[in-house]
Nanobody
Framework: QVQLVESGGGLVQAGGSLRLSCAAS????????MGWFRQAPGKEREFVCV????????YYADSVKGRFTISRDNAKNTVYLQMNSLKPEDTAVYYC???????????????WGQGTQVIVSS
């Protein structure tokens, strides 16, 4: 069982930056690929990015490539999402999620956080 808690969301002006964190419980964090997803009002949840178990492989949605960076610190059981050059269309609730232990790339995510709100004003 993995529990995930996101933090770091807030209100920021367009062009600004935010850093989201996702703290995980448990002693097997390093066995999980970790992803970030987001859901804007009235839209379906969408993939943002994912990072492999040791952090050596990352993938990004085209909409955030070059602006967002995912990273992880397995010693701290935490995954991060650095968001730069934010746009109003990045406004959404951001969720972190854990894939199945030892599986790469993740085809499913078994554990989800409660989400953190990001609002980008124009």
């Amino acid at each position: 069982q993995v529990q995930l808690v996101e933090s770091g969301g807030g209100l920021v002006q367009a062009g600004g930056s935010l850093r989201l964190s996702c703290a995980a419980s448990g002693r097997t964090f390093s066995s999980y690929a970790m992803g970030w997803f987001r859901q804007a009002p009235g839209k379906e949840r969408e993939f943002v990015c994912v990072i492999s178990q040791r952090g050596g492989i990352t993938y990004y949605a085209d909409s955030v490539k070059g602006r967002f960076t995912i990273s992880r610190d397995n010693a701290k059981n935490t995954v991060y999402l650095q968001m730069n050059s934010l746009k109003p269309e990045d406004t959404a609730v951001y969720y972190c999620a854990a894939g199945r232990p030892g599986i790469w790339p993740p085809h499913a995510y078994d554990y989800w956080g409660q989400g953190t709100q990001v609002i980008v004003s124009s």
